[in-house]
């Protein structure tokens, strides 16, 4: 009797209606660049949320940086084609590994992209 009174009720779960966030859909920009040509051109400005005056450290005549920091070389990485393994050492052996690297991993992919196909009969080798 208890059975049969029950078959017919559903449950289900009642939560609390969600909120609706103020301002929802609304990006605040919190971008800022600084136009001060002085500022610009006397500081190094690094963080635009710092509070005070200053707005980071001033920048030094080129005497006062240390040597190496002129002799750096901030060009881009060259490709694997354009090193020698002479001539720029373990620079061509990091770039030589990397690309194997990458191989291996888009053999990988694909691997698993196409297992289906490998135990397929048309893929056995007669």
Known sequence: ?????????????AYPPKAAAAGAGVKVDKSFVD??????ATHVCIN????GEEPGPKILPDSEYPEWLFKLDLR???EL???DPDTDGWAYWRALRKRQIEQNQRIQKLKTRFLHL??????KKQ
């Open 1 to 13: 009797m208890l059975r049969a009174a029950l078959t017919h009720l559903t449950f289900r779960r």
């Open 35 to 40: 136009e001060d040509a002085v500022k610009l």
């Open 48 to 51: 635009a949320y710092t509070q």
């Open 76 to 78: 881009a990485p060259r």
């Open 81 to 83: 084609e354009d090193l």
């Open 118 to 123: 490998q135990n397929s009969p048309s893929m």
